[in-house]
């Protein structure tokens, strides 16, 4: 097309700065009309450069940059991480702090799913689900205010156990949350599926082939939404999720509403997970004395682990290198977010910019995470 | 200002304005990182900010008067924040959000980061915390309408 007008195709750079981009997601389109016929997005204006901070840091003070990646689960990135650092560094956590863990995770994967649904709606043009949502998640972080002194970046966990035990109370707490949890969910829920624009705003748009998925890699609710039930707290149980009675919410729908309703039926999943959890909790030590305070930095590793973990993006996987020495050599991270983000131009063909919005949302991006 | 005996109120154009502009600082929709989501609480439903006069999300620079930079500024954002910036119309104010956009935070051991976004823009208020909870984020406008109106921050 070299000196010769083209009048045909417009390019339009949506973002870095755009409401529905969720963050600093820059795409360029290329529109027919209001049909776009490519999309190519633009990442890398959050590169913060985490991995590379972390090969500077200590094992243990590494938590703090895993909390600012999928900034909205930090338990989930905080457990994804310890994993890992925990199989390198050959200390094993107490029995409590596994099922400590599981009810942290499964918390922020509330918190997480909550947010997205909040944002999902303004996507798409609905602010009332936005103040549903948010309520919840203010109780949520009420919650972790209470156990770890922080609502959001939490930094609880460490290497070997957690940062406070659970007492009573906080159990008690967290069951009476759960006990007016679904009423709620289901009533803003309702907002989202019986209303007949969101339906025929997300009903058979943004549609993955379940090879297609495969293929791009794609994990999460994006990949359970295309039919195929690969989830890691099954396939590959950590933690204590082996113990655990739960089910894969599956659909069959392939469209951005399935992957809105298996993200919902996730949450339900995820209070069932709770509920359980609270009750089966063993008394017990709640830090690993190999691992106590005084002794975090001068935990060597070496090897070469990799550890994979279920966030509520998808699969969450560390690759960790030690050397020998008190500092990881090399530290690289799985981001879901990054793998589900790449199948965004083959999904976002031939569709409208309105729908665009929602395919874009649909994925549920925290641009932390994708950039690192 | 003075109020008089027979009902009606005597002040000065300047007071009038600085009080109109106070009551109404409309933010800019600019999330950048993690303390976007804390910027969200804050206009969601428990620490609601339409109290304060500053519900109104603006989603084009051109029609804001707040820039809360919220989140990690990097070197490949720092020219678009500034352009950005260009476009709002004065009066404008710039909130600085979180340890990062103060100096770097947890990152100013990193390449990609800019070490404050006062090193792009003049800056208001600078509101710590990593991320500033919403009742700080508060604060952080409550102290930029004395600062509007010309009083000191108590």
């Known amino acids: 097309m070299e000196g010769q007008l083209n009048s045909r195709y417009v390019e339009l750079n949506m973002g870095p700065q755009h409401p529905s981009t969720h963050g600093v997601l820059r795409l360029k389109l290329l529109l027919d009309g209001e049909t776009v016929k490519n999309v190519e997005p633009v990442i890398g204006y959050l590169h913060r450069n985490a991995e590379k901070i972390c090969e500077l840091d200590y094992y243990c003070d590494s938590l703090i940059y895993f909390d600012r990646m999928d900034y909205v689960a930090a338990m989930n990135m905080e457990v994804g991480y310890l994993e890992a650092a925990e199989k390198l560094l050959a200390i094993e956590p107490p029995e409590r702090v596994k099922w400590i863990r599981v009810i942290m995770a499964e918390l922020n994967r509330l918190a997480s799913h909550l947010v997205w649904a909040g944002a999902f709606g303004l996507d798409l043009g609905m602010i009332t689900p936005f103040f549903y949502f948010f309520e919840e998640r203010e109780k949520i972080l009420n919650l972790f205010t209470e156990i770890c002194g922080s609502r959001q970046e939490t930094n609880y966990m460490s290497i070997g156990g957690v940062y406070q035990d659970f007492n009573d109370k906080i159990i008690f707490k967290i069951k009476q949350f759960l006990k007016q949890f679904p ?3 289901e009533g803003a829920y309702s907002l989202f599926i ?17 090879e297609v998925a495969l293929s791009y890699g794609v994990t999460g609710p994006m990949l359970r939404a295309s039919g195929v039930p690969y989830d890691v707290r099954k396939d590959a149980p950590y933690l204590v999720y082996d113990k655990l009675n739960f089910d894969i919410p599956i659909s069959k ?3 951005v509403l399935a992957r809105c309703i298996v993200r919902f ?9 709770l509920n359980q959890a609270l009750d089966k909790i063993p008394d017990g030590p709640y830090f690993n004395p190999k691992a106590k305070k005084s002794l975090m930095i001068r935990l060597r590793g070496e090897g070469d682990v990799y550890a994979r973990t279920e966030s509520p993006k998808g699969e969450f996987g560390v690759h960790l290198v030690g050397d020998g020495t008190v500092k990881p050599y090399r530290l690289h991270v799985r981001s879901p977010a990054f793998k589900n983000l790449s199948v965004l131009p083959f999904l976002s063909r031939d569709v409208l910019i309105a729908d665009m919005v929602a395919i874009s949302g649909s994925i549920d991006l925290v641009f932390g995470e994708v950039d690192r | 200002m003075k109020t008089g005996d027979a009902g009606f109120i005597t002040t000065t154009l300047e007071n009038a304005l600085e009080w109109g502009r106070s009551n109404s600082i409309w933010p800019f929709t600019f999330g950048l990182a993690c303390c976007a989501i804390e910027m969200m609480a804050t206009q969601a439903s428990r620490l609601d900010i339409s109290r304060f006069g500053s519900e109104v999300f603006r989603n084009s620079p051109r029609q804001s008067d707040l820039m809360i930079v919220s989140g990690t500024v990097t070197k490949k954002m720092a020219p678009r924040l500034k352009r950005l910036y260009d476009e709002m119309p004065y009066p404008k104010y710039v909130i600085a959000m979180g340890v990062c956009v103060i100096q770097g935070g947890p990152y100013n051991q990193g390449y990609s980061v800019v070490m404050g976004v006062d090193r792009v823009v003049p800056v208001d208020v600078y509101v710590p915390g990593c991320p500033p909870t ?13 600062k509007i109106r010309k009083r000191e921050g108590k």
């Open chain 1, 183 to 185: 009423k709620k969910m």
């Open chain 1, 194 to 210: 019986k209303n007949d624009i969101f339906l025929s705003r997300t009903k058979g748009i943004g549609i993955l082939e379940p």
């Open chain 2, 134 to 146: 919403p009742e700080a984020l508060t604060h952080g406008i409550m102290l930029l309408q004395d």
């Open chain 1, 265 to 273: 039926e996730e949450m339900r999943q995820s209070v069932k997970i």
């Open chain 1, 253 to 255: 729908g392939k469209d």
